[in-house]
């Protein structure tokens, strides 16, 4: 029987001016991409302007720039709330 114990090794990336793991902040950060998508189809094209948004934070997000991840997160998730409510009034508008 061998002994030998096999020993695994973790990397985790470290923000240098926070020392805190990137993964934690990184998997909070939202980038709205599949609702804005939705926004696309549904509002006429007008869901372009927050997927652009959404697109920028999913960049940053992947580059490690999570504070302007974050900025642009925020402004993607109230572009898709603006967008949503301006397709439910051209539908109800288009309905009736």
Same mark, same amino acid.
């Given at each position: ?5 096999? !020993? !695994?090794?973790?990397? =985790?990336? +470290?923000?240098? /001016? *926070?020392? +805190? ?18 926004? &696309?189809? @549904?509002?006429?094209? +007008?869901? @372009? =302007?927050?997927?652009? @948004?959404?697109? &920028?934070?999913?960049?940053?997000? #992947?580059? #490690?720039?999570?504070? @302007? %991840? !974050?900025?642009?997160?925020? %402004? %993607?998730?109230?572009?898709?709330? %603006?967008?949503?409510?301006? *397709? &439910? =009034? /051209?539908? =109800?508008?288009?309905?009736?």
């Amino acid at each position: 029987m061998n002994s030998d114990k096999i !020993q !695994q090794s973790t990397t =985790i990336l +470290v923000d240098p /001016n *926070e020392n +805190v793991p990137l993964k934690s902040k990184e998997h909070k950060i939202h980038d709205w991409l599949l609702w804005s998508i939705i926004n &696309i189809f @549904f509002g006429f094209g +007008v869901g @372009f =302007i927050p997927l652009i @948004f959404s697109l &920028i934070c999913r960049c940053k997000k #992947h580059d #490690h720039d999570l504070k @302007f %991840a !974050q900025k642009m997160s925020t %402004a %993607a998730f109230i572009l898709n709330i %603006a967008t949503t409510i301006i *397709e &439910i =009034i /051209n539908w =109800i508008g288009l309905i009736s």
